[in-house]
């Protein structure tokens, strides 16, 4: 079994940045599938971006094109998320997710296991 630590959340102004981190912790992530999701208070957890086990394939959420960037680096059971022109409608958890198999993961039905969760809050 394996357990995904997120961290890297924290509270930023618009258009800053921050990197999150999920390390995982028990056994290899690198033949699978990732994801990035959060969720604000009173919202359904929603996607953010997914990479596949090698890193050739990612997918994003259309509110986070061409602001967020994720990344994998397998030889340190980790995956990323840059986060950079934040905006206060991006303060939520951020939760990583791994898959079943080796496509990413573009919906929470897909993932298998979740990390915790990191605060980040964008203020205006």
């Known amino acids: 079994q394996v357990q995904l630590v997120e961290s890297g959340g924290g509270s930023v102004q618009t258009g800053g940045s921050l990197r999150l981190s999920c390390a995982a912790v028990?056994?290899?992530?690198?033949?699978?599938?990732m994801g990035w999701f959060r969720q604000a208070p009173g919202k359904e957890r929603e996607f953010v971006a997914s990479?596949?086990?090698?890193?050739?394939?990612?997918y994003y959420g259309d509110s986070v094109k061409g602001r967020f960037t994720i990344s994998r680096d397998n030889a340190k059971n980790t995956v990323y998320l840059q986060m950079n022109s934040l905006k206060p409608e991006d303060t939520a958890v951020y939760y990583c997710?791994?898959?079943?198999?080796?496509?990413?993961?573009?919906?929470?039905?897909?993932?298998?296991?979740w990390g915790q969760g990191t605060q980040v809050t964008v203020s205006s």
């Open positions: 997710a791994q898959g079943r198999g080796s496509l990413g993961v573009t919906n929470t039905e897909r993932a298998t296991y």
């Open positions: 028990g056994r290899t992530i690198s033949s699978y599938g």
């Open positions: 990479i596949n086990w090698n890193g050739g394939i990612i």
